[in-house]
């Protein structure tokens, strides 16, 4: 074959080949850009979390241990071409099954969050709530022990190591994932002077109790029944204890003073206790609560129930209600019932 024509068909394959790399080569960066990527969850949608601190490598290869990509390798190829590497933002991130790494960067790049229900019921126990914390957003329990413990960080809120549980509202809040310890404590202190609200503060005067008295008192009511219906009466019986002046004897404070929570009967021998948490040693309210108290047990001593009872105690069918009585000798007749029923039981 003549040297000009072979020149002329070894042009016309090596052009051809170039487009062909060209056209395949387009496809795939198509693909990797645009194509569904995140193919594999089992779920519809899917949370990833960047720890604060982490560099692009690791959140790269968290992607990769995780197993949702279908294009791994178009996920680095996306983001070093936006320039996510230097834009990484710590967070708690929604993303949508069928999403592609360009969809996927964008979120990431700009830092949108998924917020988190983060939620905390009524507790005794600082480091029983700091693990329940711990599991919603990025603060360790070990940190937020230590903020619970810290009592420069309680005097920096205002708050006395006494009245350092009044400070935490059992509810449903909306947080950022990447909350440390610091900015959790900064949101409760926000949350307890907004629940204080001028209606509360009102009726905190017409009882003539402040916040931390009402509180302590709502978690001795809190301890002592879990009926709401009953809670209000409850909360009556020991204001007409205060009002007349006769000690609280609240078995649930005693129990908190010895700090054994296996008792299941206060006993004489108990009573004996010298400390201020002791309501059959001394007279009024302790100086804080017991416990976190809930805002329905808060609510339900701001709105007492009026009545002229001076004793409960437990019903002798064991559902968890209470019997009040106006009289010493009526109470004891049922308390009475319900050791009765404890010992047949």
């Not at 394959?13 to 080569?25: D, H």
């Not at 619970?148 to 350092?164: E, I, N, Y």
């Not at 010298?274 to 100086?287: I, V």
């Not at 209470?322 to 029923?341: D, G, I, M, T, W």
Request: hydrophobic residues 40%; aromatic residues 14%.
């Amino acid at each position: 074959m003549p040297r000009k024509k072979l020149l002329l068909k070894g042009g016309l394959i090596g052009g051809a080949l170039v487009i062909l790399l060209l056209v395949t080569g387009g496809s795939v960066l198509y693909t990797w850009i645009y194509s569904p990527s995140l193919t594999k969850p089992e779920k519809d949608s899917v949370y990833f979390f960047v720890r604060t601190g982490s560099q692009y490598p690791q959140v790269y290869m968290d992607f990769k241990k995780s197993g949702w990509l279908k294009y791994d390798r178009g996920f680095d190829w996306v983001a070093k071409r936006k320039e996510y590497p230097g834009n990484i933002k710590p967070g708690r991130y929604l993303l949508l099954k069928g999403m592609s790494n360009s969809q996927i960067v964008d979120i990431l790049r700009s830092g949108r969050q998924a917020e988190v229900n983060l939620v905390f019921n009524t507790t005794r126990y600082f480091d029983r709530m700091a693990g329940v914390i711990s599991k919603q957003i990025e603060a360790d329990s070990a940190a937020l022990i230590k903020a619970f413990r810290d009592t420069l960080v309680m005097c920096s809120f205002g708050f006395t190591p006494d009245q350092w549980r009044t400070m935490f509202l059992p509810n449903t809040y909306r947080f950022l994932w990447n909350t440390n310890a610091e900015q959790f404590l900064e949101r409760m202190n926000q949350e307890f002077k907004a629940f204080w609200n001028p209606a509360r503060e009102s009726r905190l005067k017409e009882i003539g109790l402040d916040k931390f008295q009402l509180m302590s008192l709502a978690a001795i009511v809190q301890e002592e029944t879990f009926k709401p219906e009953d809670m209000p009466i409850v909360a009556g019986v020991y204001m007409n204890r205060i009002k007349k002046g006769i000690r609280l004897q609240a078995d649930p404070t005693v129990i908190y003073a010895l700090g054994d929570y296996s008792i299941k009967r206060v006993l004489h021998n108990h009573l004996t206790i010298d400390s201020p948490y002791n309501t059959y040693k001394y007279a009024g309210l302790p100086p804080g609560p017991i416990r976190i108290p809930s805002v329905q047990a808060i609510d339900a001593c701001l709105n007492y129930q009026k009545h002229d009872y001076l004793y409960f105690c437990a019903k002798e069918d064991f559902s968890g209600y209470s019997v009040f009585a106006r009289s010493y000798s009526e109470h004891l007749a049922n308390a009475r019932k319900y050791q009765r029923a404890l010992d047949r039981n």
